[in-house]
């Protein structure tokens, strides 16, 4: 059941990543705005699911405070999204695949072979691909936020694991860990007295389109977030991520729908023969290299 969830998932984590580079490019480039404003989103609709679920547990506050790993991720996220087009930022999700099956192996009894082995030196060939072929694409030195991005969820993605194993229903390990996320995104940049002045400054300037595309994107961004946490719940973590990284592909073509459709909103994404070929050229050996991993266990 887990690879259901997981593949439904992937869907909404594409168009999301697509919404988001959209925000990202056309509204509001500091990441810690752009947070605080989805964050006030995600809270009201946290708070709509509230009145329908249970969310009771004496594990309330720990769960929260695992959650707030997921912070340092999303900064990570936006700034890669600012520097990368959206497909090849979502490159970075492979090496979190690579990541979280090495902690499955330490932390949750899960098999490391010589396959897996073989898989992760193809998903990092892929990636020496995309870089050699850079030129056109990006700038060599913003690759190194493929890594960055990699390893930035890897602890909420451990901790998420970690507490379902512990017996802790789905909902409630899914609320908290969104409660904590979000509140830690909202409260941050009110306390920098800068970052309070850009963002009161943008509650006045932001056009109603903004707030739209920031309903889709929480809308999106919370459908995914559960279905994963759900996949994570009945699957083994290393393959959770693993079928996940289908997703450069959904983004590309997610991008490239935008780009037709409607051009003046276009998420950053470069669509030329040379892009194309080699985003699809890398993206091959990169998934081929997580299928290995896969077919290992």
């Known amino acids: 059941m887990w690879i259901t969830y997981q593949f439904a998932a992937i869907f909404f984590w594409a168009a999301m990543n697509v919404v988001d580079s959209l925000l990202v490019r056309h509204y509001q ?8 404003f989805l964050s006030g989103i995600s809270l009201v ?49 492979s090496i979190m695949a690579i990541v979280m099956g090495i902690a499955g192996f330490f932390l949750f009894d ?8 073989a898989g992760a030196a193809l998903v990092i060939g892929g990636i020496v691909v995309l870089s050699l072929w850079h030129q056109k694409i990006t700038k060599p030195r913003s690759l190194l936020w493929l890594p960055a991005l990699g390893c930035s969820y890897v602890p909420f993605y451990i901790l998420q694991k970690a507490l379902l ?40 300037e932001a056009p109603k389109s903004f707030y739209l595309w920031g309903i889709c994107a929480i809308g999106l961004f919370t459908a995914g977030n559960f279905l994963t946490t759900a996949a994570f719940a009945s699957g083994p973590a290393s393959l959770v991520s693993v079928v996940g990284n289908a997703q450069p592909f959904i983004v590309l073509f997610f991008a490239w729908l935008m780009v037709r459709i409607a051009p003046l ?9 040379q892009s194309v070929t080699v985003k699809i050229v890398s993206f091959t050996i990169v998934y081929s290299g997580l299928a290995l991993i896969a077919l290992a266990q």
């Open 29 to 36: 480039k500091n990441p810690f705005v752009l947070g605080w």
């Open 45 to 93: 609709m946290l708070l709509l699911m509230a009145v329908f679920v249970d969310i009771r547990t004496p594990w309330m506050w720990w769960i929260a405070l695992a959650g707030i790993t997921g912070w340092i991720g999303d900064l990570v996220f936006y700034r890669t999204i600012r520097e990368l087009d959206v497909s090849v930022a979502n490159i970075g999700w």
């Open 265 to 273: 909103s276009a998420p950053k994404e470069l669509l030329t023969k």
């Open 110 to 117: 899960e098999r490391w072979s010589g396959m897996q082995l």
């Open 165 to 204: 194993l512990q017996g802790i229903h789905l909902f409630q390990v899914f609320f908290w860990m969104f409660i904590g996320r979000e509140v830690t995104t909202m409260m941050i940049p009110l306390l920098i007295p800068s970052l309070r002045r850009n963002i009161f400054q943008y509650v006045s």
